[in-house]
């Protein structure tokens, strides 16, 4: 892609969790929890964030892995269910050079005795600089750490 691009891609994750849907609604809304398997599960530096988790609060993040290139990310909660949904908005950007705008819906579903995570991204990826590949491996990794936090493997549904 060149500059002034943009890409549209969505995709979805699904897992199963053995924890209670008021577990993994804990996870995102608790900011202790939240800082362990969201912020610090890959191990980058955090230059600075912010979590502030209600409808309209904003979310925010500066890191590097190399000291060098910052990932900025901006997100603003939308909607939130208790148990049940979480709904933002947020972008992306490298540096000073915004790579994607995104909406991610976090659907938490009761399963038997435990929860169906279903979280959808629909983004924006712009002039080449992201992609959805990218993205989704990111969530990925961030879903497993959300289930060693809920302390058990996420399995696919």
Do not use: C
């Not at 577990?23 to 964030?49: I, L, N, S, T």
């Not at 979590?51 to 990932?71: L, N, Q």
């Amino acid at each position: 892609m060149s500059a002034n691009s943009v890409e549209h891609a969505s995709f979805t994750i699904e897992r199963l969790f053995k924890a209670t849907p008021e577990q993994v609604f804990r996870a995102f809304a608790d900011p202790a929890a939240h800082d362990r398997w969201f912020v610090k599960a890959d191990g980058w530096p955090v230059a600075e964030y912010s979590h502030d988790f209600r409808v309209g609060g904003r979310e925010s993040g500066r890191f590097s892995k190399d000291g060098k290139t910052f990932y900025y990310n901006d997100t603003i909660y939308l909607d939130i269910v208790e148990n049940r949904r979480i709904i933002s908005a947020y972008t992306m950007a490298e540096n000073e050079r915004r790579i994607s705008a995104s909406v991610a819906t976090v659907d938490i579903q009761p399963h038997g005795t435990g929860a169906r995570i279903v979280f959808t991204e629909q983004a924006a990826f712009l002039d080449g600089l992201d992609q959805v590949a990218y993205r989704r491996q990111g969530w990925e990794e961030l879903i497993a750490a959300l289930g060693a936090e809920l302390g058990e493997t996420a399995a696919a549904a």
